[in-house]
């Protein structure tokens, strides 16, 4: 289905940014300054999910993939959630849900980090159990379960 001019694709990408200890990169977003979340992005038109994970982590982090041995994890999964708050005017009347794709980064350490100024307005590395706490969406809260925190106990 085409999307109707000037709305967005109800379809993104949720990519989690970690490292080998177990520390999660959260942002904290200009437009909803109590929301805390993982690298997100929509996709657009003619995009595939894996092209959007690359663009979103560049543009939200400056972290470039496939550079300093950042790779991108396609975890094969999505789920869907009812589009809310400040975000649902970008969506077209009739789209009430969006489609995540999950991705993940796994660093081997701390890396420094660029902010999208017009996205975030600040960044915290924390442990994959306070980042769960202080992540704000319930699929980013599951990401970090998921895939960080398993990884760190997985490495133990």
């Given at each position: 289905?085409?999307?109707?001019?000037?709305?967005?694709?109800?379809?993104s990408?949720?990519?989690?940014?970690?490292t080998?200890?177990?520390?999660?990169?959260?942002?904290?977003?200009?437009?909803a300054p109590?929301y805390?979340?993982?690298?997100?992005?929509?996709?657009?038109e003619n995009?595939?999910?894996a092209?959007t994970?690359?663009r979103?982590?560049?543009?939200?982090?400056?972290l470039?993939?496939?550079s300093?041995a950042?790779?991108i994890?396609d975890?094969q999964?999505?789920?869907?959630?009812?589009?809310s708050?400040v975000?649902?005017k970008?969506?077209?009347?009739?789209?009430?849900h969006n489609?995540?794709?999950l991705?993940s980064?796994?660093?081997d350490?701390?890396l420094?980090?660029?902010?999208?100024d017009?996205?975030?307005?600040?960044m915290?590395?924390l442990?994959?159990?306070?980042?769960?706490?202080?992540a704000?969406?319930?699929?980013?809260?599951?990401?970090?379960e998921?895939?960080a925190?398993?990884a760190?106990?997985?490495?133990?």
């Open positions: 289905m085409p999307l109707a001019e000037g709305y967005r694709r109800p379809e990408v949720l990519v989690l940014v970690y080998r200890q177990g520390e999660v990169l959260l942002m904290q977003r200009v437009d109590d805390w979340q993982s690298v997100t992005g929509g996709l657009d995009e595939v999910a092209q994970a690359a979103e982590l560049m543009e939200e982090t400056g470039i993939a496939q300093h950042i790779k994890i975890h999964c999505s789920s869907i959630f009812e589009i708050g975000w649902r970008r969506y077209h009347p009739d789209q009430t489609r995540e794709h991705f980064v796994q660093l350490e701390q420094p980090i660029k902010l999208n017009a996205e975030h307005s600040a915290v590395w442990p994959a159990t306070q980042a769960m706490e202080r704000t969406s319930p699929t980013n809260q599951q990401a970090i998921d895939i925190l398993s760190f106990y997985r490495a133990k």
